[in-house]
């Protein structure tokens, strides 16, 4: 498989021409991204059953349901990924912080909207190293919105990021890391999928 084929499956895996097209919710975060991912997948269940496993998503929280491997990999402080509904993460509302790694590291994102069952837009200003800003000037916003729809009894989840990271370089590097996308958003939207089903 070469470079460009990985990139592409990177960047768009699972979805459709008419998906990656589509307007949503949160593309207003990021204006001229460097670079946009669009990821999905047919759950067969109801959006009101997948919709609670996207409210308890983050760090040392629902996880984020990648396979254990995964998470031991390359994120061996987390948690494993939960495996069932916790009530008690079930109350997230706009303005929420969401965290993506242990609390000194302050890195996470903000809900900028929510919509039950429907739409959850994350964004975040936090996921490059504090000391990068200081050395190099470096900066990244980033969102991240999850859109369930009804297709044919069953839900359909489109998962899309839109990055902008400046210096060029730094952008270079995010844009290079795009075929590992591709790993952890199969992972997460697999394990979605399982636990919304079963």
Aim: hydrophobic share 45%; with cysteine.
């Amino acid at each position: 498989m070469t470079a460009a084929t990985l990139h592409w499956f990177g960047r768009t895996s699972g979805s459709t021409r008419d998906e990656r097209e589509r307007n949503l919710r949160g593309d207003d975060l990021v204006l001229r991204p460097t670079l946009v991912t669009d990821h999905a997948i047919t759950i067969d269940a109801p959006r009101e059953r997948v919709w609670p496993w996207l409210v308890q998503m983050g760090w040392h929280r629902g996880g984020w349901y990648t396979a254990r491997w995964v998470d031991q990999l390359l994120f061996p402080a987390n948690w494993p990924s939960a495996g069932e509904i916790v009530p008690e993460l079930q109350h997230l509302a706009v303005g929420d912080f969401v965290p993506d790694g242990p609390p000194d590291s302050e890195c996470g994102f903000t809900v900028t909207a929510l919509e039950p069952a429907r739409r959850l837009v994350l964004f975040s200003r936090t996921h490059l190293p504090p000391s990068w800003a200081e050395r190099f000037d470096a900066r990244m916003e980033w969102s991240w919105t999850f859109a369930l729809d009804d297709i044919d009894g069953a839900s359909r989840l489109l998962v899309r990021s839109r990055a902008r990271i400046e210096p060029a370089w730094v952008g270079a590097l995010y844009w290079l890391a795009a075929p590992a996308d591709f790993v952890m958003a199969t992972q997460m939207l697999r394990g979605i999928k399982h636990r919304a089903e079963h």
